[in-house]
Protein backbone atom coordinates (compact mmCIF):
# COMPACT_ATOMS: atom_id res chain seq x y z
CA UNK A 1 0.00 0.00 0.00
CA UNK A 2 1.23 3.46 -1.05
CA UNK A 3 1.66 5.99 1.70
CA UNK A 4 1.46 9.39 0.80
CA UNK A 5 4.11 11.11 2.81
CA UNK A 6 5.16 14.93 3.57
CA UNK A 7 8.90 15.65 3.51
CA UNK A 8 9.71 18.04 6.39
CA UNK A 9 13.36 19.58 6.16
CA UNK A 10 15.06 22.89 5.95
CA UNK A 11 14.90 24.26 2.79
CA UNK A 12 18.32 26.95 2.46
CA UNK A 13 20.41 24.23 4.24
CA UNK A 14 19.12 21.07 3.23
CA UNK A 15 17.86 21.23 -0.49
CA UNK A 16 20.91 19.51 -2.11
CA UNK A 17 20.68 16.61 0.57
CA UNK A 18 16.83 16.52 0.47
CA UNK A 19 17.01 16.06 -3.32
CA UNK A 20 19.03 13.16 -3.25
CA UNK A 21 17.07 11.11 -0.69
CA UNK A 22 13.77 12.44 -3.33
CA UNK A 23 16.10 11.06 -6.41
CA UNK A 24 17.14 7.80 -4.51
CA UNK A 25 15.13 4.51 -5.84
CA UNK A 26 13.58 5.09 -2.01
CA UNK A 27 10.93 7.06 -3.00
CA UNK A 28 9.12 4.58 -5.06
CA UNK A 29 5.81 3.17 -5.89
CA UNK A 30 5.25 2.49 -1.89
CA UNK A 31 5.64 6.38 -1.47
CA UNK A 32 3.49 9.31 -2.59
CA UNK A 33 5.56 12.32 -1.90
CA UNK A 34 4.55 15.50 -0.76
CA UNK A 35 6.78 18.68 0.61
CA UNK A 36 9.11 19.35 -2.09
CA UNK A 37 9.52 22.21 -4.57
CA UNK A 38 11.94 24.62 -6.26
CA UNK A 39 13.57 27.32 -4.86
CA UNK A 40 12.19 29.92 -6.91
CA UNK A 41 8.32 28.85 -5.82
CA UNK A 42 9.57 28.74 -2.51
CA UNK A 43 11.00 32.19 -2.14
CA UNK A 44 7.65 33.40 -3.86
CA UNK A 45 5.60 32.03 -1.07
CA UNK A 46 8.08 32.89 1.44
CA UNK A 47 7.35 36.64 0.51
CA UNK A 48 3.61 36.24 1.05
CA UNK A 49 4.06 36.36 4.54
CA UNK A 50 3.49 33.51 7.48
CA UNK A 51 -0.47 33.02 6.09
CA UNK A 52 0.72 32.10 2.73
CA UNK A 53 3.59 29.47 4.06
CA UNK A 54 1.07 28.00 6.44
CA UNK A 55 -1.58 27.76 3.60
CA UNK A 56 1.22 26.07 1.30
CA UNK A 57 2.38 23.87 4.28
CA UNK A 58 -1.98 22.47 5.19
CA UNK A 59 -2.56 22.33 0.97
CA UNK A 60 0.55 19.67 1.18
CA UNK A 61 0.02 17.81 4.35
CA UNK A 62 -3.75 17.15 3.26
CA UNK A 63 -4.16 13.59 2.99
CA UNK A 64 -0.58 12.34 3.51
CA UNK A 65 -0.06 9.99 6.41
CA UNK A 66 3.42 10.02 7.20
CA UNK A 67 5.78 12.99 7.92
CA UNK A 68 9.25 12.18 6.93
CA UNK A 69 11.79 14.72 9.01
CA UNK A 70 14.71 14.90 7.32
CA UNK A 71 17.53 16.07 10.08
CA UNK A 72 20.26 18.27 8.82
CA UNK A 73 22.79 20.25 11.24
CA UNK A 74 20.28 22.93 11.74
CA UNK A 75 16.76 21.95 11.69
CA UNK A 76 16.20 21.51 15.24
CA UNK A 77 14.92 25.12 15.71
CA UNK A 78 13.02 25.78 11.93
CA UNK A 79 9.51 27.25 12.66
CA UNK A 80 7.90 25.85 9.89
CA UNK A 81 10.03 22.28 10.38
CA UNK A 82 8.44 22.91 14.14
CA UNK A 83 4.85 23.71 12.53
CA UNK A 84 4.83 20.58 10.27
CA UNK A 85 5.86 18.18 13.39
CA UNK A 86 3.31 19.88 15.43
CA UNK A 87 0.57 19.56 13.01
CA UNK A 88 1.68 16.16 12.40
CA UNK A 89 1.43 15.00 15.66
CA UNK A 90 -1.75 16.29 16.25
CA UNK A 91 -3.70 14.89 13.26
CA UNK A 92 -2.40 11.36 14.09
CA UNK A 93 0.33 11.12 11.34
CA UNK A 94 2.93 9.14 11.92
CA UNK A 95 6.36 10.89 11.83
CA UNK A 96 9.90 9.46 11.22
CA UNK A 97 13.02 11.40 11.39
CA UNK A 98 15.59 10.46 8.96
CA UNK A 99 19.33 11.96 9.93
CA UNK A 100 20.79 13.42 6.13
CA UNK A 101 23.80 15.36 7.60
CA UNK A 102 26.45 12.48 5.96
CA UNK A 103 24.86 12.98 2.63
CA UNK A 104 27.16 14.88 1.04
CA UNK A 105 26.39 18.04 -0.61
CA UNK A 106 27.21 19.38 -4.12
CA UNK A 107 31.06 20.10 -2.61
CA UNK A 108 31.17 16.98 -1.46
CA UNK A 109 31.17 18.03 1.67
CA UNK A 110 29.10 16.19 5.14
CA UNK A 111 26.76 18.15 7.50
CA UNK A 112 28.03 18.08 11.23
CA UNK A 113 25.02 16.05 13.41
CA UNK A 114 22.37 18.17 14.50
CA UNK A 115 19.64 17.86 17.54
CA UNK A 116 16.60 15.80 16.69
CA UNK A 117 13.76 17.67 16.63
CA UNK A 118 11.11 15.05 17.44
CA UNK A 119 12.96 15.07 20.94
CA UNK A 120 11.40 18.55 22.17
CA UNK A 121 7.97 17.92 21.40
CA UNK A 122 6.07 15.55 24.00
CA UNK A 123 2.77 13.46 23.97
CA UNK A 124 0.31 14.88 26.21
CA UNK A 125 -0.94 11.23 27.60
CA UNK A 126 2.12 9.59 28.21
CA UNK A 127 4.66 12.62 28.49
CA UNK A 128 6.70 11.02 26.37
CA UNK A 129 8.88 12.75 24.23
CA UNK A 130 8.15 12.23 20.25
CA UNK A 131 11.35 10.87 19.56
CA UNK A 132 10.69 8.11 22.39
CA UNK A 133 7.38 6.83 20.15
CA UNK A 134 8.79 7.61 16.77
CA UNK A 135 11.90 6.34 15.33
CA UNK A 136 15.04 8.20 13.74
CA UNK A 137 17.46 6.92 11.59
CA UNK A 138 20.23 7.68 9.74
CA UNK A 139 19.94 7.91 6.05
CA UNK A 140 23.73 6.48 5.18
CA UNK A 141 24.33 4.41 8.31
CA UNK A 142 20.78 2.36 7.97
CA UNK A 143 20.81 2.57 4.30
CA UNK A 144 17.89 5.09 3.87
CA UNK A 145 17.55 4.09 -0.11
CA UNK A 146 17.18 0.66 1.12
CA UNK A 147 15.04 0.93 3.87
CA UNK A 148 12.74 4.64 3.77
CA UNK A 149 9.61 2.84 2.89
CA UNK A 150 10.04 0.34 5.66
CA UNK A 151 10.45 3.34 8.06
CA UNK A 152 7.83 5.16 7.01
CA UNK A 153 5.60 2.14 7.09
CA UNK A 154 6.45 1.52 10.58
CA UNK A 155 6.05 5.51 11.51
CA UNK A 156 1.94 4.81 10.07
CA UNK A 157 1.98 1.78 11.87
CA UNK A 158 2.97 3.20 15.20
CA UNK A 159 0.50 6.38 14.40
CA UNK A 160 -2.63 3.94 14.23
CA UNK A 161 -1.71 2.27 18.13
Known amino acids: MARTTFFSFHYDNDIW ?3 QVRN ?3 VDESIEESGFIDGASWESIKREGDDAVRDWINRQMKGCSVTVVL ?3 DTYDRKWIN ?3 EKSYREGMGLVGVRIHKIRDEDRNRGRRGKNPL ?4 DSNTDESLSSIFNTYDWVGDNGRENLGDWV ?5 IADR
Not at 119 to 122: E, G, L, N
Not at 153 to 157: H, L, N, T, V
Open 83 to 85: YEI
Open 17 to 19: RAS
Open 24 to 26: SDA
Open 71 to 73: IGS
Open 119 to 122: SKYK
Open 153 to 157: EEAAQ
